[in-house]
């Protein structure tokens, strides 16, 4: 497919504006992820994101990787052991990490290790930093970054340490734009939006989507509190979005602004019309998904109206705590 490529600041990678996030990797076995990861670096799709807590799926994609002609990169992070709730930040278990995910990897350097959202007390320290310039320095990750959002994101930003910052960013989540990407792009870092899609409002179950665009259409129809319910509810057990995006998007009343239009689509090129995002990282292990993301951005940014008229939307509604950790 084609689109234009991205400088990923002043990193010399030059960025497709999707890439693949594989936070799901692990449900699915070897072969359906060759098939994907296949098909999306033929697709013109040239990066992964990864992490050491998505459970093999590190494996699974240096496995991949090996198997294919087409050349990309590998983003991972580091930080958490098996899960997001075994935090790993000493030198010792974050030099560890770097050393397993090269191996999983099957590389010898990764194109960018990211702090995978470390607080900002761990941060003042400055053991997990030293830790990836020492990495840097001896070639075994070529860019350090940080993956985060708030007060955190912007120290982290603030210290001049990073080479990129990855940040949500999407419909429902805009805090950043302020908060975080002016400091960004006077600091030259390469931008990385996560949870464009706002972590799965838009699932990859036919069934499930049929219904999804059914109730969008009906929202003018219910109370905020129906609203409310209702999302959940169907959300539930599919990947589902947080309790605090649907209640955003209730609030929000995009349908009012979108009418009819695709609304994946319009929160993905969104998110990639933001000025300074280099690109947008989405997981999934849906084909489908993929070629119609892919899709998608072919259409390129949006018309600079719809773009303004979002984020006057949200500006007139969005509340003090809606915030990405919120």
Not at 21 to 49: C, K, M, P, T, V
Not at 145 to 151: H, I, R, W
Not at 212 to 229: D, F, P
Not at 281 to 293: A, R
């Amino acid at each position: 497919m084609k689109f234009e490529k991205r400088m990923l600041g002043k990193c010399n990678l030059l960025l497709s504006p999707l890439g693949l996030g594989s936070g799901f990797f692990f449900r699915h076995s070897q072969a359906e992820l060759d098939a994907l990861i296949h098909l999306a670096l033929e697709n013109g799709i040239n990066y992964i994101e990864t992490a050491e807590c998505y459970g093999d799926a590190e494996e699974k994609i240096g496995k991949s990787l090996k198997s294919s002609s087409v050349e990309s990169y590998v983003f991972s992070k580091c930080g958490h052991k098996d899960d997001h709730e075994q935090p790993a930040w000493t030198r010792k278990e974050l030099t560890e990490s770097i050393e397993r995910s090269l191996k999983r990897l099957q590389v010898e350097c990764i194109d960018l290790m990211q702090l995978h959202s470390c607080n900002k007390g761990i941060l003042k320290k400055g053991d997990c930093i030293e830790v990836l310039q020492k990495a840097k320095k001896e070639g075994k990750i070529r860019y350090m970054g940080y993956s985060g959002d708030g007060a955190e994101a912007l120290y982290a930003i603030k210290t001049g340490a990073f080479d990129t910052i990855m940040t949500s960013l999407g419909l429902a989540d805009q805090e950043s734009i302020d908060l975080l990407l002016p400091e960004s792009r006077e600091n030259k870092l390469g931008i990385l939006a996560k949870r464009p899609l706002s972590n799965a409002m838009w699932s990859s179950n036919t069934d499930v989507l049929s219904a999804k665009r059914s109730l969008w259409q009906r929202l003018k129809q219910y109370n905020l509190e129906r609203v409310k319910h209702r999302l959940r509810r169907l959300l539930a057990g599919n990947q589902p979005m947080p309790p605090f995006y649907s209640e955003r998007f209730a609030e929000l009343e995009y349908f009012k602004l979108l009418q009819e239009m695709d609304l994946a689509e319009i929160a993905l090129r969104f998110t990639l019309s933001i000025p300074g995002v280099h690109s947008a990282v989405v997981g999934t292990t849906s084909k489908e998904n993929l070629l119609k993301n892919l899709r998608s951005i072919e259409k390129g940014e949006l018309e600079p109206e719809l773009y303004r008229k979002i984020r006057e939307r949200w500006q007139l509604v969005a509340k003090k705590h809606w915030t990405a950790r919120r």
